[in-house]
């Protein structure tokens, strides 16, 4: 399957679009180490929270598996959070407790921390996505209510001193993920996940870059589905047509209550669920979505289950979405086993391997292909260790 360069999105990175065009071959691969520097191959970054690291890793060419930086893993001052890297590829951003740090990225995929190795704001943002223009860090802090876009400048990644932070109002405190409407979208949103308190959707206008303008509309709340639910999760079409959402408890008379709601994306925040949705993902605790579009025009969602009733591993469910007119509906493609709480999906810079983390290990990584016969079903590949264990590894986002 060939997967379109610009159209996957990673939910916290995950809606990190770049802005470039070509085509990927997914190939198969089986597990195998050892380390490299080819700036050709897949490159990828984990943030491990435990040992306060992260590792930059990647797929070389004819590799049997990933393989860490020389160089890597970076060991940073603070306890971490989260991280995003640029549309560009050339920053990297972490959030810690002491605030939020970039870093520049080399040819080969190499960190240098940069802004004198001081923080560029002090917000430890516990969401935050770099907007698909490079203009904005859009970020989160758990229990202040808000969402925040700090300016920063698409060459330096560093501060834009001539632009003040901008800050919305949101309807809840405790901030589980966000999402970013894609490039040049019409209708173009920022969408929080506030676990019990819903799903905030925010009118977003990356254009708004002069001085006393800000990118935000007024926020509004997509309630839980049910009151003993939370939304867990959030990402966005790559076309922006429809908006996913996944929430624990979407189904209260099934085992697997945890499932990905469908909502098509309009104008002036309104939001439309789906005939269908919502849509089971084969466990209880959705935990992270990524959409993608292969270079064929096929659009596929994965779903990680964090928890899976019934099961010490959690699991990723693949779904094809299909349209008629404006409407939208699921299918379930495959679901396979990945290491214990799955918490993050991304995609290696090739596009050949789908990434999935697990905070609590067995394995630290786990990696996929995408099947060569039927279209969006994964195929288990390599394992990995993203340190030395335990590192509960909590974020993963790819090179774009």
Partial sequence: MKL??????????????????????????????GSGTDAASGVFYVLNEQTAQVTA????????????????????????????????????????????????????????????????????????QVDPSGTWLVEVVSGQGAVNAIPISASSGLFDVSRGEKTVALS????????????NSTNAYVFVGMGVGG??????????????????????????????GAANTVAVDPSNRVLYVGETVAFTNQTQSGGVRV??????????EVSGSPFATGGTGPSSILPLTTSGGTSLVYVANKAVSGSSTGNITGFSLSASGTSYTLTTINTVSAG??????????????????????????????????????????ATSSTGTDPVQAVTVVGQP
Avoid: E, H
Wanted: aromatic share 10%; proline share 5%; charged share 5%.
């Fill in 199 to 228: 799903t905030a959707v925010v009118p977003f206008t990356a254009a708004n870059t002069t001085s006393g303008t800000s990118p935000f509309g007024t926020a509004s709340t997509i309630n839980v589905r049910n009151s003993a």
């Fill in 172 to 183: 809840a405190v405790t901030i589980t993920q966000l999402a970013i409407s894609p490039l």
């Fill in 4 to 33: 379109n360069r610009c159209a996957w999105l990673g939910v916290a990175a995950m809606s990190l679009l770049c802005g470039c065009s070509g085509f990927w071959n997914a190939t198969t691969s089986s597990s195998g180490g």
């Fill in 263 to 272: 909502f098509t994306i309009g104008a002036n925040s309104a939001m439309t």
């Fill in 57 to 128: 890793m990647q797929f070389a060419a004819n590799s049997n598996g990933p393989s860490t930086l020389t160089g890597s893993p970076y060991t940073l001052g603070a306890l971490p959070y989260t991280m995003a890297i640029a549309p560009s590829g050339n920053f990297l951003y972490v959030s810690t407790v002491s605030g939020i740090y970039v870093y520049s990225v080399s040819t080969g995929g190499a960190l240098t921390i940069a802004n004198g190795g001081t923080v560029i704001s002090a917000d430890s943002a516990f969401a935050m």
């Fill in 340 to 381: 214990t709480s799955p918490v993050w999906l991304a995609v290696d810079s090739t596009g050949t391997y789908l990434l999935s983390v697990s905070s609590s290990g067995n394995p630290d990584l786990s990696t996929f292909t995408f099947d060569s016969t039927t279209t969006g079903k994964l195929d288990a590949s």
